[in-house]
């Protein structure tokens, strides 16, 4: 049977490689939709959770691995992608120090898949990476394998915490390194999802996702300038955001924030500012946004420096309350979080910082952070009071704004948390 004949007749069987954020979502979909899928990672943890039908994505409910148990296997032998048909690749891709891209995951994933690699088999990159890695990376260490194989890039468009669109819904884009490829990609996903969106070449496909992050990233970095800006002439910016967003065309808003999070915006754009280099050209719309938005943390220290020196404080000996840890609101991933360089800041400042945040009993353990003295606490009123400000990193959804706000001396609110509580003890920042 060829692999389209067995998505058809959903006998194919997905393997999933990295288990994560992106993995097991592509885990869920596929196991729901009636294929055989098996999850592979090198973290040993993850497969004896898994495989004991625990979950650690608050997205992925241990109530929901149980819906697809039998259709699903996770494990750290990848002798047993010999058993799968088709091979979906989810590993992380993030930047060396010195902001290069570092692609040590998916230079290992090719190799482990180049041993056992068999004739017929698809293989679908689906990590963000700069146009050129499938064809330049994946394949030479693939083609060593010598055998007949199919190799594509489709992106993932995972919005943690959004509860409107899942995977299944979300058209898919799909590029191979030729049609044979492109073809077979899309009849897998097509299996699976909603709309498949098939274009001439994985670098398209590769680079049609970079524009959707640079996207976001360039005009996140503009809202933050324009905050700056709107902040000395006294203009709420949140207000200007709204009044603007009425204009039913050619605007889409963007919100400012302390700073980038999570693991696709902060990053992904330097893939492709990396790659452009090769080709002697600056990308400097990226540059200037890495800027400002890097800039976003201090600029929330300087609005709570402000707000201190009005009542005569100063940060050093100060106590602060940090309320939320994760990238964006409602979700449990503190990757690239803000939270970690505000804490930063606050204790070289000399703060004694105590912070909170729903998903997590103790700071998350963070390779840059490891230095933080930050303890977490329950949030009550007596936490509330004790703290000279609240600076609210993260606006979840479960946190009491009135209540923050009664029992706070300070709030330094750098998400418009506070926006039905008007108050002077509200700083925006
Ligand atoms: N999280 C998101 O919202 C999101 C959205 C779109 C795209 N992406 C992209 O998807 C990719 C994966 O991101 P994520 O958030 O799922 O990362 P993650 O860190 O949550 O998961 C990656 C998993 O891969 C495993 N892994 C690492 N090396 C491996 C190897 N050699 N073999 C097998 N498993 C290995 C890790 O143990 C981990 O479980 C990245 O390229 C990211 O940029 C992420």
Same mark, same amino acid.
């Given at each position: 049977?060829?692999?389209?004949?067995?998505?058809?007749?959903?006998?194919?069987?997905?393997?999933?490689?990295?288990?994560?954020?992106?993995?097991? /979502?592509?885990?869920?979909?596929?196991?729901?939709?009636?294929?055989?899928?098996?999850?592979?990672?090198?973290?040993?943890?993850?497969?004896?959770?898994l495989?004991?039908?625990?979950?650690?994505?608050k997205?992925?409910?241990?109530s929901?691995?149980?819906?697809?148990?039998?259709?699903?296997?996770?494990?750290?032998?990848?002798?047993?992608?010999?058993?799968?048909?088709?091979?979906?690749?989810?590993?992380?891709?993030?930047?060396?120090?010195?902001?290069?891209?570092?692609?040590?995951?998916?230079?290992?994933?090719?190799?482990?898949?180049g041993?056992?690699?068999?004739?017929?088999?698809?293989?679908?990159?689906?990590?963000?990476?700069?146009?050129?890695?499938?064809?330049?990376?994946?394949?030479?260490?693939?083609?060593?394998?010598?055998?007949?194989?199919?190799?594509?890039?489709?992106?993932?468009?995972?919005?943690?915490?959004?509860?409107?669109?899942?995977?299944?819904?979300?058209?898919?884009?799909?590029?191979?390194?030729?049609?044979?490829?492109?073809?077979?990609?899309?009849?897998?996903?097509?299996?699976?999802?909603a709309?498949?969106?098939?274009?001439?070449?994985?670098?398209?496909?590769?680079?049609? +996702?970079?524009?959707?992050?640079?996207?976001?990233?360039?005009?996140?970095?503009?809202?933050?300038?324009?905050?700056?800006?709107?902040?000395?002439?006294?203009?709420?910016?949140?207000?200007?955001?709204?009044?603007?967003?009425?204009?039913?065309?050619?605007?889409?808003?963007?919100?400012?924030?302390?700073?980038?999070?999570?693991h696709?915006?902060?990053?992904?754009?330097?893939?492709l500012?990396?790659?452009?280099?090769?080709?002697?050209?600056?990308?400097?719309?990226?540059?200037?946004?890495?800027?400002?938005?890097?800039?976003?943390?201090?600029?929330?220290?300087?609005?709570?420096?402000?707000?201190?020196k009005? +009542?005569?404080?100063?940060?050093?000996?100060?106590?602060?309350?940090?309320?939320?840890?994760?990238?964006?609101?409602d979700?449990?991933?503190?990757?690239?979080? /803000?939270?970690?360089?505000?804490?930063?800041?606050?204790?070289?400042?000399?703060?004694?910082?105590?912070?909170h945040?729903?998903?997590?009993?103790?700071?998350?353990?963070?390779?840059?952070?490891?230095?933080?003295?930050?303890?977490?606490v329950?949030?009550?009123?007596?936490?509330?009071?004790?703290?000279?400000?609240?600076?609210?990193?993260?606006?979840?959804?479960?946190?009491?704004?009135?209540?923050?706000? +009664?029992?706070?001396?300070?709030?330094?609110?750098?998400?418009?948390?506070?926006?039905?509580?008007?108050?002077?003890?509200?700083?925006?920042?």
């Amino acid at each position: 049977m060829t692999i389209e004949q067995l998505i058809k007749a959903r006998k194919a069987v997905v393997g999933v490689i990295g288990l994560g954020y992106v993995g097991l /979502p592509l885990v869920r979909l596929f196991a729901l939709k009636g294929f055989r899928v098996l999850g592979f990672d090198i973290d040993p943890a993850k497969i004896e959770k898994l495989r004991k039908g625990e979950s650690y994505i608050k997205s992925i409910p241990d109530s929901l691995l149980k819906k697809f148990k039998k259709r699903f296997d996770a494990t750290a032998d990848f002798s047993r992608l010999k058993e799968a048909d088709a091979i979906i690749i989810c590993v992380p891709t993030p930047l060396y120090e010195d902001s290069r891209p570092d692609l040590s995951y998916i230079r290992a994933t090719a190799v482990s898949i180049g041993k056992y690699l068999r004739k017929g088999q698809l293989v679908v990159l689906e990590s963000t990476t700069y146009p050129g890695t499938t064809r330049e990376i994946m394949k030479p260490e693939l083609d060593k394998a010598g055998v007949d194989y199919l190799l594509a890039f489709s992106p993932e468009r995972e919005d943690p915490g959004n509860k409107h669109w899942t995977n299944a819904d979300i058209p898919k884009v799909v590029g191979g390194i030729d049609e044979r490829s492109r073809k077979a990609a899309a009849a897998l996903y097509g299996s699976a999802v909603a709309k498949v969106v098939e274009v001439s070449s994985c670098e398209v496909a590769e680079s049609a +996702k970079l524009l959707e992050n640079i996207y976001r990233c360039v005009n996140i970095a503009l809202v933050n300038e324009l905050k700056m800006c709107f902040e000395k002439m006294g203009i709420d910016i949140w207000e200007v955001i709204a009044a603007a967003s009425t204009k039913p065309f050619c605007f889409q808003p963007f919100f400012p924030g302390p700073g980038l999070g999570g693991h696709c915006i902060p990053l992904d754009p330097f893939y492709l500012s990396w790659k452009a280099k090769e080709y002697q050209f600056a990308t400097r719309f990226i540059d200037l946004a890495g800027e400002l938005n890097v800039q976003m943390p201090f600029y929330v220290l300087a609005r709570l420096e402000q707000a201190f020196k009005a +009542k005569g404080k100063a940060i050093g000996g100060s106590k602060i309350l940090v309320l939320g840890l994760a990238y964006k609101k409602d979700i449990d991933d503190p990757r690239e979080s /803000p939270a970690f360089k505000v804490i930063e800041l606050l204790e070289q400042k000399g703060s004694a910082v105590v912070c909170h945040d729903p998903s997590f009993k103790k700071l998350p353990p963070m390779r840059h952070y490891k230095h933080l003295k930050a303890k977490t606490v329950e949030l009550t009123e007596k936490e509330l009071k004790a703290a000279d400000a609240v600076v609210i990193v993260t606006d979840h959804t479960v946190y009491d704004y009135p209540w923050i706000v +009664k029992n706070a001396n300070l709030v330094v609110d750098t998400r418009n948390a506070c926006k039905q509580v008007p108050s002077e003890k509200v700083v925006k920042a």
